[in-house]
């Protein structure tokens, strides 16, 4: 059929409404799980310290009947620390933007400071959760946190640490890549490899637990990628794996390895959009803390025209009360 001659259709009207949803629809994910589930604690300056220690390699000890003992200087003790880095968003809104116009939503300025506070938290985890080492700043540079990555050092760096590199068949996934320590009142940052493709295992894992369990840790958690996640679900042993569940609890589903057993305890897996890709922490929570200087606030700047800002502003550190209780396995997929 054919339209009637002389119709007026909607392609000749000019006085039609926009048809808009009166909602928008938000995909922010906000998984920020190790901001989430380590201590909050308060510092009093741009450069926070603390000590951690170690006990001495138990030995057969025995001894000679009335025989005088022999004195030996104790292990030191490893004083370090790290430097608070400011974070922020700004935000400046025309006022023809917030009071003028008719917008999807309500309250242009409130929305704008709701986003900006979910992306100041996510930015604070990749911080967290970086390679980056720490900064003393200068005049005209910024203080820098050092990661939970770079914090946990090389088994052969001149402070020995707990990171592992996965291995298949003798090659190494880890060529070029550096894992360094602490060196005079900064925590090295980390170089990640470039050659060498090799996919993590369950005797990685078991590794990167039994290095953290010899040193006394007991990681209770598995933070990864998704690309990592993948291969840590196809982990074909873990069938033969069993976690005990209580009636209230839900059930994990088949074919994703949400809880690792194994001689050395028991880890959750969680995926992280914030870790790289080819790092898997293997983590004692309580031995990880937020240090905060300026705990994150909304403060109205001063108008300077016709226009509203708002500037979102914290300050803060990683603190590694001890990385020895905690182990990072690199398996590279570059």
């Not at 170690?54 to 003992?69: C, I, M």
């Not at 592992?164 to 060529?175: E, R, S």
Request: proline fraction near 2%; hydrophobic fraction near 40%.
């Amino acid at each position: 059929m054919t339209q009637v001659a002389g119709t007026t259709d909607t392609f000749d009207s000019a006085v039609l409404k926009e048809s808009l949803d009166s909602v928008i629809w938000d995909l922010f994910p906000m998984d920020t799980y190790f901001q989430n589930s380590i201590d909050k604690v308060n510092v009093t300056n741009t450069q926070h310290q603390w000590v951690f220690d170690t006990l001495a390699t138990a030995a057969l000890n025995k001894q000679v009947e009335g025989d005088d003992a022999s004195y030996t200087t104790l292990v030191t003790a490893q004083r370090v620390s790290n430097y608070t880095q400011i974070s922020w968003k700004a935000i400046v809104l025309s006022d023809t933007y917030t009071e003028g116009v008719n917008v999807v939503g309500q309250n242009p300025m409130g929305r704008a400071v709701m986003k900006a506070l979910k992306e100041y938290k996510r930015d604070v985890e990749v911080g967290l959760l970086g390679k980056q080492g720490s900064s003393a700043g200068a005049t005209a540079s910024a203080r820098a946190s050092g990661g939970a990555e770079a914090w946990i050092w090389g088994q052969g760096a001149d402070i020995p640490g707990n990171t592992v590199l996965a291995t298949t068949a003798g090659t190494g996934a880890n060529t070029t890549g550096t894992t360094p320590s602490y060196a005079s009142s900064v925590c090295v940052g980390v170089t990640a490899g470039t050659t060498g493709t090799v996919t993590v295992t369950l005797v990685n894992i078991q590794s990167a637990q039994e290095l953290a369990w010899l040193d006394g840790g007991e990681p209770g958690d598995i933070i990864c990628s998704s690309a990592q996640k993948k291969y840590i679900d196809g982990l074909t042993s873990l069938a033969t794996r069993m976690v005990d569940v209580d009636r209230t609890d839900k059930l994990s589903i088949q074919n994703s390895a949400n809880v690792i057993v194994t001689s050395f305890g028991t880890c959750k897996v969680i995926m992280s959009r914030y870790v790289h890709r080819g790092t898997i922490f293997v983590l004692d929570l309580q031995h990880w803390a937020l240090g905060q200087l300026r705990a994150p606030k909304v403060k109205e700047m001063a108008k300077t025209g016709d226009a509203t800002k708002n500037l979102i502003v914290g300050e803060a550190c990683l603190i590694a009360r001890n990385p020895n209780a905690s182990a990072c396995l690199k398996a590279y997929l570059e």
